[in-house]
């Protein structure tokens, strides 16, 4: 599937390999095998198959260099890796992610501190808690809910992620976790909107092992045998081209060897990520109004608890097979509009974000609840480019210019006090008040290239996901997403891929 000697001209070029970019490359396999796909990452294959997450690799070692190897085009040092509890506001990113070096902040703006990155084959799903919800009440695609597209888009995507409910059943206290916060929560709920399992993009194995899914899921043997499709690592794309005002291919750079490298496409889908995807347009002379804005994050709250009456059980020991330790698995609190916070209650080896140290004497006892607050949209909250300054890849530098209005500090102050309140139906708080995490993260950035029903200046794509002001040109990834969420993006984002690729294949068929 990987491949090193660039094609002069395909069907299709699609930037980025993460889930949205390889939901393309699915559906196209799929309904246009006919078609040929050539897919660039500017980052390394660090995981087998290619775009696999990393958590699925065994040996730590060697998952810490697949981490590694995801941060940038300045990784850090061996010995410079996150593994503290999280108790401070400083900037460091995760392991496989690398922070924005500069232009987070700008003074007298609230910026995004943390705002990160990864850059490797699958993206940030070769990293990601594998978190499915879908979205609900005003999180929900209004002009596509309306035409009765969205749920089915939807479940397109939840089988091309392979999203299971039922991953974590033998954990021996997640009933418990599940049942104190619904006894919290419940009440004049509809039934699609209370505390339940979390979907997650994770299935068992015969042998009892869990894998999570990354692209290499999404992408899927459909794609893997398609002969007409091939991906390209360590191949930056600098730049879309468009004649006679529409889509003709890109320039791309092998980032081994410098070389410059002209690749035709009829059609080009740009799935870089919410930061990157406005970032190639930008620097690709297509420059619409909306480009960049909107850009929004969702601010996290987390706060960690002992379980009260907590009987330890002899029915947990899926460590040495699962990469986890299976004690409470991961609830959803699925977000409403009268409560605009999305909550899920993980076990502590289950989250990405330290909270605790699980107790040695009772194991499984402290579990982590994080709650994250939908935006209040704002056109100044955006992500700008300089025609003069680059970044570590030479594409233009970013300045994130990124608020919190009134009504957000009015979410964030009532998501805080909720999140105390769940985590005294579940047990006993470890610290007298919750913390919340510095803007960015969440690594959630959405609404950068966002969809819209018509080209009123307020969007950058179609329903389609293809750019109103360049046809043929079509942008994916959580970025395009136009509404306030507060749940996980990733599925919402691969459903609208689904649409889009579907788009592309109709006109590939006529």
């Given at each position: 599937?990987?491949?090193?000697?660039?094609?002069?001209?395909?069907?299709?070029?699609?930037?980025?390999?993460g889930p949205a970019g390889a939901a393309y490359a699915r559906v196209l396999s799929e309904r246009a095998p006919d078609a040929t796909i050539a897919m660039f990452e500017v980052g390394p294959t660090v995981s087998q198959?290619?775009?696999a997450h990393v958590k699925n690799i065994a040996d730590a070692d060697e998952r810490a260099r697949a981490q590694m190897q995801s941060e940038g085009p300045t990784p850090r040092e061996a010995g410079d890796r996150v593994g503290g509890i999280v108790k401070t506001a400083e900037r460091r990113s995760r392991p496989g992610t690398f922070l924005l070096e500069a232009g987070y902040r700008v003074e007298g703006e609230d910026g995004?501190?943390?705002?990160?990155?990864?850059?490797?084959v699958g993206g940030m799903a070769a990293h990601w808690t594998g978190a499915?919800?879908?979205?609900?009440?005003?999180?929900?695609?209004?002009f596509l809910d309306d035409s009765g597209e969205l749920d089915e888009l939807l479940t397109e995507g939840e089988r091309l992620l392979g999203v299971t409910s039922d991953a974590f059943d033998a954990s021996p206290h997640a009933p418990l976790v599940r049942g104190r916060l619904a006894a919290a929560v419940d009440a004049g709920r509809a039934e699609h909107a209370r505390v339940q399992r979390m979907p997650l993009a994770v299935h068992r194995r015969d042998d009892g092992r869990l894998v999570w899914s990354g692209s290499d899921v999404v992408l899927g043997d459909e794609t893997r045998g398609n002969e007409n499709f091939a991906l390209y690592d360590e191949s930056l794309v600098t730049r879309v081209l468009v004649e006679d005002g529409r889509a003709a291919g890109v320039v791309v750079t092998d980032v081994r060897t410098g070389e410059r490298h002209e690749v035709r496409a009829r059609f080009v889908v740009v799935a870089a990520?919410?930061?990157r995807t406005p970032q190639v347009l930008w620097a690709s002379g297509i420059r619409p109004d909306a480009l960049g804005r909107y850009l929004n994050d969702q601010a996290q709250i987390v706060f960690a608890v002992r379980i009260r009456d907590f009987v330890p059980s002899e029915g947990a020991e899926g460590a040495a097979k699962t990469g986890l330790s299976e004690y409470s698995g991961v609830t959803w609190v699925p977000y409403v509009d009268e409560m605009p916070f999305h909550g899920q209650v993980m076990q502590l080896d289950a989250s990405p974000v330290k909270l605790a140290e699980d107790d040695p004497a009772a194991p499984g006892s402290i579990v982590g609840l994080g709650l994250f607050c939908a935006k209040d949209l704002q056109g100044s909250d955006r992500v700008a480019f300089s025609d003069d300054e680059v970044d570590g890849y030479g594409m233009p530098a970013m300045t994130l210019h990124y608020t919190l209005s009134p009504l957000d500090h009015e979410v964030i102050d009532r998501a805080k006090a909720e999140i105390v309140r769940l985590g005294a139906a579940i047990g006993e708080p470890l610290d007298d008040r919750p913390f919340m995490m510095p803007l960015g993260a969440s690594l959630h950035y959405q609404g950068s290239t966002r969809m819209g029903q018509v080209d009123d200046g307020a969007s950058v794509c179609s329903p389609e996901s293809e750019v109103w002001s360049a046809p043929g040109v079509y942008v994916a990834g959580n970025g395009v997403i136009p509404a306030s969420t507060a749940c996980n993006p990733t599925l919402t984002s691969v459903a609208l891929a689904v649409k889009g690729a579907r788009h592309i294949a109709e006109q590939l068929a006529g």
């Open positions: 599937m990987n491949a090193r000697s660039y094609p002069a001209s395909v069907d299709v070029a699609i930037v980025g390999s198959p290619p775009g995004l501190p943390v705002a990160a990155m990864s850059s490797n499915c919800p879908r979205p609900n009440d005003g999180e929900r695609i209004g990520d919410a930061l």
